[in-house]
């Protein structure tokens, strides 16, 4: 196997260990609960747009948008918080709100917490932004 692979998940309290940690494992309740039938993966296709690739998934929690190229010049909005990271490359991103004149860089070490609101990006490489409820 070879390629990137980005994971967020919902935000739960409902865990249960079955082991691999130094946290509480609860067994019993893991065999109890785990399910052994095997079903097929759902494959989640990205919406496409030059130089930008977003997933929806199926529920409300997250949404995940990588954007790619050698000149990387967009506009997008996030309706939550809002996290930014570099997996190749590196951009500044800058508020599009004139109020706000602070600008990020994320490289490949580094990333951003983006509040809600409007954002310019600019840049090059493979540049991720995953944001939590609202998309």
């Known amino acids: 196997l070879n390629g990137v692979v980005v994971e967020i998940m919902a935000n739960s309290d409902n865990v249960i260990r079955g082991g691999l940690t130094h946290k509480a494992i609860d067994k019993g309740n893991f065999l109890a609960l785990i399910d052994l039938a095997t079903e097929s993966a759902q494959r989640i296709e990205p919406n496409s747009a030059p130089g930008v690739r977003r997933w929806n998934p199926p529920i409300s929690d997250f949404s995940i ?4 190229g050698t000149e990387i010049e967009q506009e997008f909005d996030v309706a939550d918080h809002s996290i ?10 800058t508020p599009s709100d004139d109020s706000l004149s602070e600008v990020v860089a994320i490289g490949q070490r580094n990333g951003a917490l983006l509040p809600p609101g409007s954002y310019h990006i600019s840049g090059h490489g493979s540049l991720w932004v995953a944001t939590g409820k609202g998309r």
């Open 84 to 93: 930014a990271f570099a997996w190749h490359g590196h951009a500044s991103i």
């Open 65 to 68: 948008r990588e954007f790619h």
